[in-house]
Structures are given as C-alpha cells and as structure tokens.
C-alpha cells in the first residue's frame, strides 16, 4: 500500500526566505505527483503536476521536483511572502488506480 | 461557473443521528469523490462515483452510503453517526477517472459528532 509523509509537519519562516518542502512516498510506481495548496476553511488547489517521465515543474516562484527511484519530491518557494501561508499537501497516482494518495501536509507560516 | 458546491457548511449532530451531506458540480465531469480529512491528516477517499449510476468504494467506506442521484449530484449519507466520524468532508469531481489528477475541490463541510 502506498504511504505518503511530508516533512516538515509545521515551518514558520520569516517573509523573504527560500524554503523547501519534503515528499517521500513508499511505493515507486507512480503515474504523477502533485502539489496541493489548501488555505484554511477551503478546498485543495492544485498547484503542480509532474508526470512520471518528468524531473521537475515550475509555476512562477514554485519549483517540484520529482525523483522516483528515490521516491522523493520536493516543492520550493523562493521568496516566500505572507500571502503563501497555507497548508501544502502532496498527493501521488498510483499505477492500478486512479485514486491519488495523500500526504499529510506542511503547514507553513511565513510572517511579515 | 460554482464549480463544486457543498452543504451544508457546518453541521453538529448528536451520536445516532444521521444526516446527509450535499455536493453538487456544474463542470459536466463524469466521475466524482468524497473525501474526509481528519486533524494532522491527509485526505481519504471514502467512495467514488466514476460515471453516473455507479459508485464505488475508497480507502474509509464503512458507516457511510453514497447516491449518485444524476450527473451533477453526489451525496454522502451517515445513517448513525459516531463520534469517529467528526471531520471535515470534502467532495471533489474530474472530467474522467483517467483524470483523477485533475480534480476540483469543493470547500468542506466540518461535521462535529457529540
């Protein structure tokens, strides 16, 4: 069974920092992974989604990278701001189902 | 354009109550979700609907029971509710299955079981 941990549970960093995000996953036959960011009382965005070929993918100041034989991923935001402060899950396609399985979450705090 | 939409928004039931929890999408997707999330933890699927007219179970399916009433609507039923089952419950919706990827959240019902 695929199991999926985030590392750091919790991060609170100052506004500015580069910071990273950890996803590991159990199981390396993966169809993609992606990036949720989930604000608090609200749904799950989807922010990005690497394809199993695929190394990486960015969107503006947010980089995935994705490293399956490891299985391992990590979400890096330059120059965090306020704004970003959420809570940021990571979900992986497994191959025999459609249905992804998630992580916990990071819960981040970035203060002015 | 609502995208999904659920209600209600917050609920408080006694134990041994039941209730059922609405989700409605206007997107034309075929297959639609239900997931709970509970405190420190990631989502879990509890049953799915690929297409319209059938459902199938997730990871959590016990004490719950789903309808896919038409194409728009999918509905989450707890017959008894337990205080287990105190959560905040998500439905969502993709195009297809073969997009689950691709799914669209609706923002929650948190559910408190006293």
């Known amino acids: 069974k695929q199991e999926v941990t985030q590392i750091p549970a919790a991060l609170s960093v100052p506004e500015g920092e580069n910071l990273v995000l950890n996803c590991s996953f159990t199981d390396s036959a993966i169809y993609n992974l992606q990036w949720f960011r989930q604000d608090p009382g609200k749904g799950l965005t989807s922010l990005l989604l690497?394809?199993?070929?695929?190394r990486e993918q960015t969107s503006g100041r947010l980089n995935a990278s994705l490293d399956k034989s490891s299985g391992r991923s990590t979400l890096y935001i330059a120059a965090s701001q306020p704004g970003d402060s959420a809570t940021y899950l990571c979900a992986v396609e497994n191959g025999g189902s459609y249905i992804p399985t998630f992580g916990r979450g990071t819960s981040l705090i970035v203060h002015p | 354009n609502a995208g999904v939409t659920q209600t209600p928004k917050f609920q408080v039931l006694k134990t041994g109550q039941s209730m059922t929890l609405q989700c409605a999408q206007d997107m034309n997707h075929n297959s639609m979700y239900w997931y709970r999330q509970d405190p420190g933890m990631g989502l879990r699927l509890i049953y799915y609907s690929a297409s319209e007219g059938t459902t199938d179970k997730g990871e959590v399916p016990n004490g719950y029971n789903v309808s896919r009433l038409n194409k728009r609507e999918f509905s989450l039923r707890l017959e008894s509710a337990a205080p287990s089952q105190t959560s905040v419950y998500f439905c969502?919706?993709?195009?297809?299955?073969?997009?689950?990827?691709?799914?669209?959240f609706g923002p929650g019902t948190r559910l408190t079981v006293t």
């Open positions: 690497i394809q199993s070929s695929q």
């Open positions: 969502a919706s993709s195009e297809t299955l073969d997009r689950a990827y691709e799914q669209y």
